[in-house]
């Protein structure tokens, strides 16, 4: 991974490749700010900059044998930590300790794929079916093992962390004697979505380095070039994806028209025909989603609501809807004033906190399902 595989984020690349250049690489250093924007890319490609043979002056080199090596992900100075746990399918004795360790080639596998892969979707390759992933106790102590050794070939060792907000209190107590003081060139680099869930002392020990979400102008110009799209069309993604490239690439694939935009549309249609039966088929749909997915769901449909609402109120230059979204937008609109919507984001974000507690996902959408029944009774149209 190179600075210049990465999307945008010029003054994060400027920043990092003089801190390079001074000699003042700082021994851990916290990357925080949306999903999508390149955290974890950005991660990968400082690490790969500081262990380079030949960089030149603002990336690495690209062709030197450290760098072929992290260009596969197989550099014995880079090392991971990650959220995992069992998944259903194992047997008991499986069960015990799984550590980021049983699932580096899936992980190398995925990072190859593509960068910007989501917390949901690194899960579901991992078959977590109504998980999430944590990092022990133990995964703590395999990085300290890891960083006590010396460095295979590079002057410098790196371990990354990503979502350190998945550490428990004795995880991350563990690790903080190792963060503050770490061996001599060594590099903490910590990536998190949800920083104010790291524990305090060791966001303290950490420099932070904050991701704006990415500009327009940077998304479209990568869409342009990685998926030949037309410009206009660029355009239009990346206004949807409002600095989320992970999101413009799905819109590029073609996954548009998603599973949770077309389940919404669903729920909207069953609770204004009043359709019970049919609304409780739905939540058993979503209740057999996994957790994140559930998650995902309801963010979906505030995303949606806010959006018809935004047509409703004929405010069309802050819409943000493209292609099928926006052809049902149009159509539904005029049953979303904001009345009427300032009573469905509450429904969905207590929703949304519900499923965060581990609630039970089918009690959960049951009863969301029959609050928005009742909010979403047809309004009159006057004769
Ligand atoms: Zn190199």
Not at 165 to 182: D, G, H, Q
Not at 200 to 209: D, G, H, M, P
Not at 288 to 294: C, I, K, P, S, V
Not at 295 to 304: D, G, I, M, P, V
């Amino acid at each position: 991974m190179q600075f210049k595989d990465i999307v945008g984020q010029p003054d994060v690349k400027q920043r990092l490749t003089k801190a390079y250049k001074e000699k003042r690489i700082p021994h851990a250093i916290i990357f925080t700010g949306p999903a999508g924007t390149g955290k974890l890319a950005m991660a990968i490609a400082f690490a790969q900059m500081v262990c380079c043979q030949n960089p030149t002056q603002n990336d690495s080199c690209g062709t030197c044998p450290s760098c072929k090596k992290y260009a596969k992900i197989i550099h014995p100075d880079l090392h991971f930590a990650f959220p995992v746990n069992e998944s259903k399918k194992e047997s008991a004795d499986d069960k015990v300790s799984k550590s980021s360790g049983d699932h580096l080639s899936k992980w190398r596998e995925c990072l190859l794929e593509n960068p910007y892969f989501t917390e949901a979707e690194w899960y579901e390759s991992i078959g977590l079916d109504n998980k999430q992933g944590i990092i022990s106790v133990s995964e703590s102590s395999e990085v300290i093992k890891k960083i006590s050794l010396k460095s295979f070939e590079s002057e410098y060792k790196t371990m990354i962390i990503w979502l350190p907000e998945r550490m428990n209190v004795n995880a991350s107590n563990r690790l903080l004697k190792l963060i503050e003081e770490p061996p001599l060139n060594t590099l903490f680099i910590l990536v998190s979505e949800d920083p104010n869930l790291v524990i305090k002392t060791i966001l303290s020990r950490c420099q932070l380095i904050r991701f704006a979400p990415l500009t327009r102008e940077s998304v479209s110009s990568a869409l342009i070039e990685r998926y030949q799209l037309s410009p206009a069309k660029a355009q239009e993604y990346s206004r949807v994806a409002n600095g989320n490239y992970a999101i413009a690439q799905n819109l590029a694939k073609g996954d548009n028209d998603s599973i949770y935009f077309l389940m919404f549309r669903d729920i909207m249609r069953l609770c204004f025909q009043r359709d019970v039966p049919g609304a409780l088929e739905w939540v058993e749909k979503a209740a057999a989603l996994n957790r994140e997915r559930q998650k995902e769901l309801l963010t979906e449909a505030l995303r949606l609501t806010r959006e018809s609402m935004v047509l409703n109120s004929k405010m069309d230059d802050i819409a943000y809807l493209a292609g099928e979204e926006l052809q049902f937008g149009e159509r539904f609109a005029p049953q979303m004033p904001p009345d009427r919507a300032m009573q469905v984001y509450p429904l969905l974000n207590s929703a949304i906190n519900d499923i965060a507690r581990n609630g039970n996902g089918q009690i959960i959408f049951t009863d969301t399902v029959l609050k928005l029944l009742k909010v979403m009774f047809p309004i009159k149209t006057l004769p």
